[in-house]
């Protein structure tokens, strides 16, 4: 196995199991009743939301090290917009997602009660909204991996 080969398969690996969470989160969430279910599913997301950072800190760092060792990637349409897209749903993170989930940490460190209520779901559906946004962007990113179709 090449250097190269290695770099590709830590690349493919890292995208199975960073990005293949990520596509899980809002379910994970979306199916609690009550308080204790929903805080329990958003510790089980956060636990998940790390395997989501490793896996795409490697598929950054494997795709620009594949770059470097093959320059001409850098003028293959599919990378460069591949590479875009996958930087913009980087900067979703800080930007927009956790604007968005800043105050559904709030509600549930202080709400009281069982019955999860209204506000959550209002705030929910923003956050929610962004990472569909988002998810689609990373569905773009492996299309254009696989078929590399410019």
Known sequence: MTFYEFLVFVHIFSAILGMG?????IFTVSKATTMTELRHAYLIRNKLHVFVMVGGTLLLI????????NPYMF?????IISLSLFLVALAFGPLLL???SKPIKELLQNYQGEQIPDKYYILSKKLFFVERLENIIFLIVIALMILKPF
Do not use: I, S
């Open 98 to 100: 956790a604007p968005r």
């Open 75 to 79: 003028k293959q349409g599919w990378y």
């Open 62 to 69: 494997t795709g620009l090290w594949m770059g470097y060792l």
């Open 21 to 25: 969470p990520g596509f899980f989160m």
